[in-house]
C-alpha cells in the first residue's frame, strides 16, 4: 500500500473522534437536528428546545418522542435500562412472545448500543464505536436476526503490520497462517504439516490447562509469533501483559495451519445489509409494545420510573451497586482518531483492518470502512476515505470487561447482590461483565428470556 495523501483543502482532514459525539441516522431527521447540534457543540438540550416549535406537530413516529420522559404511560411491564443488543432482545421477545409493554431508556441519543452505525458525511457507513463483524455458530442467533435485516455473506480478513526477522514491516495474515510464518521468517512451509511442525518446534506441550494469557497463547503459537504479534498487541489493547490475562483472552483468535486468512470459524459469517442501526430499528421501532427512549440516564430517572414489573438491567453491574461500597470493576475503553484521505487507489489500505501489534506506534488497529461489503452504492466509487486509527484507554465508556481473577473475584460478590435483587435482572457484556461477542449477547438474551418465562418471573 502506498502512502496514503491527505487532502489538505478538506476541512474535515484529522480529527479525534469523541465516542460519544453523536452522528446522523437516516431514519430520524429530528434526532439527526440533534446530532448536528452536538457535533457543533450545542448541548443537546440548547438542540431538544429549539426543536420546540415543532411540538404541535408531534405524532407518535416523532423523533421527540423518542426523547427524555415526557408522554409516557403509568406503567409498563418491563423497563430496559440500555438499547443495546441484551436489551433490545428482551424488549423485542417480551413484546412479541407475550404482549408484554417495555419502556426502552438509553443514556446516549441514539439505538443500538456499540453497534450503532451511521452514513457519514461522506456517505461511507461507519461505526461510531469500531469494527462490528457478525458471525455466529448458533442456528437460534442467526435465525433471530435474520428476522430484522438482510444479510451481505463477508468473511473478515485482518492483516497485521508486523516486522520480520530483518527488522523490515511486512503485511501479513492475522491469525498467523502459513503464509504469515513465510513471510516474517523467509521460511518455505507449503502443507499443513510443515506447519504444524513448525509450530511444535516452537510450542511447548502442556500437560494441563493454561493458566493465563501468555501460557495460552505461547502453547498455539509458539514464542516467535507471541513475541511479535501477540504480546505487543495485547499489552497496547489492555495495558497489561498476556500473563496478568485469563487464558480465554488469547484464545479468541483461531489458530490457523493452513493458508486460510479468516479471522473467524463460524459458519454464518456476514453483515446486516443496510448496517446494524436499520436492523435496531427494526428490533425495536416496528412494534408499538415498545416505547424507546434517549438521553436518558438511568441514575437520572430511577426514583421516577413509571411503575414496572421488571428492571431488565444492561449497564454496568458495578454502577448499579455503587452505594455498597465493594472496590470498582476494571474496564477498558476505546477511542479512535478519524482522518479523510484520498489516497491514487481510492483506498488508504488493502483491507478493512490492519492491525498495528508492534509498541512503535500508539494505536492497535487501523479501520477503513470503505472495505466493507454493506456499503451503500457508490460509497466504493468516492475518491476519499475515511480511517480510523483505534487506541485503548483506561478512561471513557466502558467496552471491555477485562477478565482476569482479581477481576472476577469481585465480578462474584456483584452477582451475589444481582442474585439477591428483588424486581431486577442483569444481563448483557457489563451487567455479567462477561467478553461477550454479538451472537453470544443475543444468545445470552434469549436464554435469559426463557428462564424469566420458565420462573414465571414475567408472563
Ligand atoms: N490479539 C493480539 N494480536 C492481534 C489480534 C488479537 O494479541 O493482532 C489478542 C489480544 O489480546 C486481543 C485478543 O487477541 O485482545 C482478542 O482479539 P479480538 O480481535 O477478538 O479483540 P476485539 O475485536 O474484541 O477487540
New binding site residues.
Given amino acids: 500500500m502506498g502512502p496514503p495523501s491527505t487532502n489538505k483543502d478538506d476541512k474535515k482532514g484529522t480529527t479525534a473522534v469523541k465516542k460519544d459525539d453523536p452522528k446522523p441516522t437516516s431514519s430520524f431527521p429530528g434526532l439527526f437536528s440533534l446530532i448536528i447540534g452536538a457535533a457543533l457543540g450545542i448541548s443537546a438540550h440548547l438542540a431538544f428546545s429549539s426543536m420546540s416549535d415543532t411540538r404541535g406537530k408531534v405524532n407518535n413516529k416523532s423523533p421527540e418522542l423518542f426523547r427524555g420522559m415526557n408522554g409516557l404511560e403509568d406503567a409498563y411491564d418491563l423497563v430496559v435500562v440500555g438499547a443495546g443488543l441484551s436489551g433490545a432482545v428482551i424488549a423485542e421477545r417480551a413484546a412479541s412472545q407475550l404482549g408484554l409493554r417495555s419502556l426502552v431508556i438509553d443514556k446516549r441519543s441514539h439505538i443500538g448500543g456499540n453497534c450503532y452505525d451511521y452514513l457519514d458525511e461522506h456517505g461511507i457507513r461507519v461505526s461510531l464505536y469500531?469494527?462490528h463483524i457478525f458471525h455466529t455458530k448458533y442456528p437460534r442467533v442467526e435465525d433471530y436476526v435474520k428476522q430484522f435485516s438482510d444479510f451481505v455473506d463477508y468473511q473478515h480478513r485482518?492483516l497485521?503490520e508486523v516486522k520480520d526477522v530483518n527488522d523490515t514491516v511486512r503485511t501479513v495474515p492475522?491469525?498467523p497462517n502459513i503464509d504469515t510464518v513465510n513471510t516474517l521468517f523467509g521460511t518455505n512451509l507449503s502443507s499443513e504439516q510443515d506447519m504444524v511442525d513448525w509450530l511444535d518446534q516452537r510450542r511447548p506441550k502442556l500437560d494441563r490447562e493454561p493458566a493465563d494469557?501468555e501460557e495460552m497463547?505461547i502453547s498455539r503459537v509458539g514464542e516467535d509469533l507471541y513475541e511479535k504479534?501477540?504480546?505487543?498487541?495485547?499489552k497496547k489493547?489492555?495495558d497489561k501483559w498476556?500473563k496478568e490475562?485469563d487464558a480465554s483472552?488469547?484464545a479468541?483468535?483461531p489458530v490457523r495451519t493452513t493458508r486460510d486468512d479468516r479471522?473467524f470459524n463460524d459458519p454464518f459469517q456476514a453483515l446486516p445489509k443496510d448496517g446494524y442501526t436499520a436492523m435496531f430499528e427494526n428490533i425495536l421501532l416496528n412494534n408499538p409494545k415498545i416505547t424507546v427512549r434517549l438521553n436518558v440516564d438511568y441514575f437520572d430517572v430511577k426514583d421516577f420510573l413509571p411503575q414496572h414489573k421488571l428492571l431488565v438491567f444492561t449497564g454496568p453491574i458495578d454502577a448499579f451497586y455503587a452505594s455498597k461500597g465493594l472496590d470498582k470493576l476494571e474496564y477498558r475503553s476505546i477511542f479512535w482518531e478519524r482522518e479523510y484521505v484520498e489516497p491514487e487507489s481510492g483506498f488508504y489500505q488493502p483491507a478493512w483492518v490492519v492491525?498495528h501489534?508492534s509498541s512503535d506506534v500508539g494505536y492497535?488497529?487501523i479501520s477503513e470502512y470503505k472495505h466493507s461489503p454493506n456499503q451503500p452504492p457508490g460509497a466504493k466509487d468516492l475518491p476519499g476515505t475515511i480511517i480510523y486509527k483505534e487506541y485503548s484507554t483506561d478512561h471513557g465508556d466502558p467496552y471491555?470487561p477485562v477478565p482476569n481473577p482479581r477481576n472476577q473475584d469481585l465480578y462474584k460478590k456483584y452477582q451475589k447482590l444481582a442474585e439477591n435483587e428483588p424486581g431486577v435482572t442483569f444481563v448483557g457484556r457489563l451487567a455479567s461483565y462477561k467478553?461477550f461477542?454479538m451472537d453470544q449477547a443475543i444468545l445470552n438474551a434469549l436464554e435469559l428470556f426463557d428462564q424469566l418465562v420458565e420462573q414465571k418471573k414475567i408472563q
Fill in positions: 469500531g469494527v485482518v497485521g492475522i491469525p494469557g497463547s504479534i501477540f504480546k505487543p498487541y495485547t489493547q489492555w498476556p490475562l483472552v488469547l479468541r483468535l479471522y492491525n501489534p492497535t488497529r471491555y467478553y461477542n
